[in-house]
């Protein structure tokens, strides 16, 4: 599926979204995207036009609130990230959600959420705070998930994967300094032992960042791999494009 339409629109009483969806009536399902530490800039609408592409539709919600930073420009977007109050982000991403279930071209019973770093924790969160409305998530480096103590401040997450319905797959660099192995295995122990379904994926000589083209982090093998995991991961919870 090539042909797609992609925009900016108003969320309601919120802030704005990127929004790409197949050119087909549908019904599609849908994907709520969340952001890195950057913005949502050229990359991430990117990734959402991939996904329309691929037959789902695809909302990122803007959580910077027009701010985007270079990828160069690290400590000013760390500043941003460290302002972002993690409340706030559920209830903008609770508004995509009731952005999509206001479209006639998404399948109301098919959304997923996908997340880089910042955006992997976020994808980690609304698993839990929307498990009523997400049936499955994908999570890229989820920075800030179970650390023994986050470099920003954030607070660990693993208090919330009881609430948790979807299926989970986490994908995760070797050579990613800011996330252990020690983290990788308090993650799979709380979502084991709370009986929930998920796949933990550690990609060999994988920085952080590997999935982005435009940084220096990039790695194709693992992008592309990670790419082919993400949507088999979509379309078998998901199910495909009418």
């Known amino acids: 599926m090539s042909q797609i339409t992609s925009e900016w629109i108003q969320l309601e009483n919120g802030p704005r979204a990127w929004y790409a969806r197949p050119s087909t009536a549908g019904p599609h399902p849908a994907i709520?995207?969340?952001?890195?530490?950057?913005?949502?800039?050229q990359h991430f609408q990117d990734v959402a036009e991939r996904l329309a592409r691929a037959g789902f539709c695809a909302i990122v919600p803007d959580l910077y609130h027009g701010k985007t930073y270079?990828?160069?420009?690290?400590?000013?977007?760390?500043?941003h990230l460290k302002t972002l109050n993690d409340d706030l982000a559920m209830a903008e991403a609770g508004l995509?959600?009731?952005?999509?279930?206001?479209?006639s071209?998404?399948?109301?019973d098919a959304i997923g959420a996908l997340g880089f770093c910042m955006g992997g924790r976020l994808a980690f969160m609304a698993n839990a705070?929307?498990?009523d409305q997400l049936s499955a998530t994908?999570?890229?480096?989820?920075?800030?998930?179970?650390?023994?103590?986050?470099?920003?401040?954030?607070?660990?997450?693993?208090?919330l994967v009881p609430q948790m319905r979807a299926p989970l797959?986490?994908?995760?660099?070797?050579?990613?300094?800011?996330?252990?192995?020690?983290?990788?295995?308090r993650i799979a122990s709380a979502l084991s032992t709370a009986h929930k379904r998920y796949t933990l994926t550690v990609f060999p000589d994988a920085p952080h960042g590997f999935f982005a083209d435009p940084r220096d982090s990039f790695r194709p093998e693992a992008?592309?791999?990670?790419?082919?995991?993400?949507?088999?991961h979509f379309t078998h919870s998901l199910g495909a494009s009418a």
């Open 32 to 41: 709520v995207v969340f952001i890195e530490a950057f913005g949502v800039n």
């Open 70 to 79: 270079e990828y160069s420009d690290f400590d000013n977007a760390i500043g």
């Open 169 to 185: 797959l986490l994908l995760y660099g070797a050579e990613d300094q800011s996330i252990t192995p020690e983290e990788h295995g």
């Open 96 to 103: 995509a959600i009731q952005a999509l279930h206001q479209r």
């Open 105 to 108: 071209e998404v399948r109301q």
């Open 223 to 232: 992008a592309q791999e990670g790419w082919r995991l993400t949507l088999d």
């Open 129 to 131: 705070v929307h498990a």
């Open 138 to 159: 994908v999570a890229f480096y989820g920075a800030g998930i179970a650390p023994n103590l986050d470099p920003v401040g954030r607070k660990p997450l693993l208090h």
